[in-house]
């Protein structure tokens, strides 16, 4: 089994996005969006406020685990990821991270088990606090329309409803997908849902 019982939770799953009204909906948010549909399926309430996130504990395909969704703004989730991965004292490769990826058509899902930022700067914090070597599921929420289009004001923009509907098609997917994770089959999460 790939995760062993070490401690209260053998694994957390982290969805990035930003926290408050303004942001819902937004490309930027499409892992707190995903988490929100993980955890409804899950049977977990993700409104615990610790570690600078919200979170919520709860048990799937056997494992026990923490979902959780930084409160801090993209550019800092690293800092809430490590806090929970210090105190539950779970190894990067145990945690799995949600999040959008604009070289991805919308619905399209990539998963890694490792990786570099790739410009991502919610990405960017996880790695400079926990090292690169944790698992991820980039969820694609389509490019910038012409290439001098502003990056930020891309990622914060929103999904038109055809994209919406296109990513949210996917969301059980992700469920499947973060289940074979969790049991340490990579490869067959990959292939099954990559694409």
């Not at 145990?94 to 991805?104: A, G, P, T």
């Amino acid at each position: 089994m790939f995760f062993k019982k070490q401690t209260s939770i053998d694994a957390i799953i982290v969805g990035l996005g930003n926290p408050g009204k303004k942001y819902e909906g937004t490309r930027h948010n499409a892992g707190f969006a995903a988490l929100d549909h993980v955890a409804e399926k899950w049977g977990v309430r993700v409104t615990k406020a610790k570690f600078d996130a919200l979170t919520g504990t709860g048990t799937a395909a056997g494992v026990k685990v923490l979902l959780m969704k930084p409160q801090t703004f993209m550019n800092l989730s690293g800092d809430a990821v490590r806090k929970a991965a210090d105190f539950y004292k779970v190894p990067p490769e145990r945690i799995i991270v949600l999040f959008d990826d604009i070289s991805l058509a919308p619905g399209r899902l990539r998963i890694r088990k490792t990786g570099s930022a790739g410009g991502h700067n919610g990405i960017k914090s996880i790695i400079g606090n926990i090292g690169q070597d944790f698992p991820r599921v980039k969820i694609g929420v389509g490019e910038k329309p012409r290439p001098e289009y502003d990056l930020a004001d891309w990622v914060l923009s929103r999904l038109t409803q055809a994209e919406k509907k296109a990513v949210e098609a996917r969301y059980d997917d992700i469920c499947g997908a973060l289940e074979l994770m969790m049991k340490g089959q990579f490869d067959t999460a990959m292939s099954r849902y990559n694409g």
